[in-house]
């Protein structure tokens, strides 16, 4: 509980601090919210034009992109740390001082780094969510509430989870690895739509390795009703859990490597 | 020549970085990967008038070039934030012609590292999946000097971004948003043949749709080989318009520049 007070008040003077600059602050929230518009325009036009997608209407497309794009955004919000900022920890030697601290390194890479323009991407993705959820007709019940957050909530560990490779290979390669924004951007562009439109191998890498299916589209599937392969309903509250799953393990790892660390000395 | 020169530097240069571009074409091309399959599975419910093997093509020639639309001076930009810029005035040459230089450099050389080995593999992909020749020859050959006049016309925007960031000192807001307006426009994000017809009609005569949705339509047949001369004048016109426009913004700013000393 202690660690969780320490993260929100580090959020809560971060957040201070990108407020000092108002016009910069506001031009970039703006220019967030024109990106991921235009993200949405691009999922219109194509309902405009093809008007559904093998068994997906536009309406459930609507709803995947929201659900994608409220977990995405709400990760880089809260753990830009890890999501961007771990690489030049590494470079200017930053993260040098978090080892002499008393607490855990990865609650002080959490605690180091906020992203709060994301705020407007997280609007577009809710107003997204409510589109869709209104032409799909959704009948909203109170365990299709609590499936949504647990779908949304496990994504974000997932997402977490996922740029944390990129954070390990940083420890050992100092550099930035681009190769890694395969599976986590990549997997945004792939997993705003719902995975059973695509070939296996990328349906094998998307629900097995990067289980963006598992945390997503399983469950929102089932909101809809529409069960993904016609799966039964208890999957839809367990499948999502595996976001925690590939946390845990990356989050082990990350403490392995961290064991190899050497300063660059900078 | 010095801004030949000046060009043939920066191209030795952007050779260098060949491990960040093994990481580049890896990355783009599971993107492409992930695109053709969204589009193919679109057209498997509803096909539409463009062929889908020209929408995978559009799709593969975009990320090959993706790289030359998004590479900007981080050099410049710095000098800019620090006021080194003002070293640049003592040079005798032409401030502008000098960085339109090293720019055209670096995206042309940036781009070609990225595409040839692209295009190579896609073309290895199945038919409907990948690249395949168009199917005159001509179509090719239109293409390139259009692809060339693309090039001239993202390097005259990308120094219009630059003038704006001589303004703002911060890059980000204002050059995050010329691009997004970019790759909205000109068919990264979605290509331009899909777009409603409407909109079609208008977007085409944009700056944007002449970088590569103009050389890309010609490669796949979509402007008639026999249409290439009125494509070229359309690209010709708006690459004296965005550079006047740059130079004149860039003097402006010339004539503002303050240095502080120290």
Redesign the interface.
């Given at each position: 509980m202690n660690t969780l007070r320490l993260y929100f008040k580090s959020i809560g003077m971060l957040l201070k601090s990108h407020l000092q600059y108002p016009s910069?602050f506001i031009?970039?929230t703006?220019?967030q919210l024109?990106?991921e518009g235009?993200?949405m325009?691009?999922v219109i036009?194509?309902v405009?034009?093809?008007?559904?997608?093998?068994g997906w209407s536009g309406g459930n497309l609507y709803f995947f992109f929201g659900v994608m794009s409220v977990s995405f955004y709400l990760t880089e919000l809260f753990g830009r740390g890890i999501t961007g900022d771990f690489p030049m920890m590494v470079r200017t030697g930053r993260l040098d001082t978090f080892l002499v601290r008393p607490r855990g390194v990865l609650t002080q890479v959490l605690c180091a780094g906020t992203d709060p323009r994301r705020i407007t991407c997280i609007a577009v993705g809710i107003v997204s969510l409510i589109i869709g959820s209104g032409i799909s007709g959704i009948s909203w019940s109170f365990a299709k509430v609590l499936v949504l957050a647990e779908s949304i909530s496990m994504s974000c560990l997932l997402i977490l989870g996922l740029f944390m490779i990129e954070a390990i290979f940083s420890i050992f390669s100092v550099k930035s690895?681009?190769?890694v924004?395969?599976i986590t951007y990549?997997g945004r562009?792939?997993c705003q739509?719902p995975i059973d439109?695509?070939?296996l191998p990328?349906r094998a890498l998307f629900t097995v390795i990067a289980p963006f299916a598992l945390t997503m589209h399983v469950p929102a599937a089932w909101i809809m009703d529409k069960p993904l392969y016609g799966w039964p309903a208890w999957t839809a509250f367990v499948t999502p859990l595996s976001g925690a799953v590939v946390f845990v393990v990356m989050s082990v790892f990350f403490h392995l490597a961290m064991r190899h660390y050497r300063s660059t000395g900078s | 020549m010095s801004y030949f020169t000046v060009f043939k530097m920066r191209l030795r240069m952007e050779l260098q970085y060949r491990g960040a571009m093994i990481g580049g074409i890896l990355c783009q091309m599971f993107f492409g990967l992930i695109l053709v399959a969204l589009y193919r599975a679109l057209y498997a419910g509803k096909p539409q008038s463009v062929p889908i093997e020209n929408v995978a093509i559009y799709v593969w020639l975009q990320q090959a070039f993706f790289r030359m639309m998004l590479a900007s001076d981080s050099e410049l930009v710095d000098k800019i934030r620090s006021g080194d810029i003002s070293y640049d005035l003592c040079r005798p040459v032409n401030m502008y012609g000098f960085y339109y230089a090293r720019i055209m450099a670096q995206k042309l050389m940036g781009s070609l590292m990225r595409a040839v080995p692209m295009l190579v593999m896609a073309f290895v992909l199945p038919r409907g999946w990948g690249v395949s020749l168009p199917e005159s020859g001509l179509g090719l050959l239109a293409a390139v000097p259009a692809l060339f006049l693309g090039l001239l016309c993202v390097c005259a925007l990308e120094n219009i971004t630059v003038a704006f960031t001589m303004i703002t000192l911060d890059p980000r807001g204002m050059q995050g948003l010329l691009n997004l307006l970019m790759l909205t426009l000109s068919g990264n994000l979605l290509p331009l043949t899909l777009f409603p017809e409407s909109w079609q009609k208008i977007i085409t005569f944009f700056p944007y749709a002449q970088l590569l949705d103009a050389p890309i339509r010609l490669y796949t047949g979509e402007y008639a080989p026999g249409d290439a001369f009125r494509v070229y004048v359309l690209q010709s016109f708006w690459v004296v318009v965005l550079i006047g426009l740059g130079v004149s913004m860039w003097n402006a700013n010339r004539k503002r520049m303050i240095v502080q000393g120290g």
């Open positions: 910069s031009m970039q703006l220019a024109v990106m235009s993200e325009m691009v036009l194509i405009d034009r093809f008007e559904r997608l093998k690895v681009e190769l924004n395969a990549g562009s792939a739509y439109i695509y070939p990328l | -």
